[in-house]
């Protein structure tokens, strides 16, 4: 494998990463959001 290739993989890994993470993070978003309207709806009924 060549440096160029080396890097451009490695790139791509990168990319990768980056796009779980905010997958993740949107993922969690989402449960934190409806985990609050719950908590909030909890709330309001008591």
């Known amino acids: ?3 160029k290739g080396m ?3 490695s ?3 990168f990319v ?3 796009l779980n993470y ?3 993070s949107k993922h ?3 449960t934190l959001f409806e ?3 719950q908590f909030l709806q ?3 009924s008591r």
Do not use: G
Request: hydrophobic share 35%.
């Open 1 to 3: 494998m060549t440096k």
């Open 7 to 9: 890097k451009k993989n």
């Open 11 to 13: 790139y791509l890994d």
């Open 16 to 18: 990768h990463k980056v």
């Open 22 to 24: 905010s997958n993740l």
């Open 28 to 30: 969690a978003m989402k």
């Open 35 to 37: 985990n609050r309207k």
């Open 42 to 44: 909890e709330i309001a």
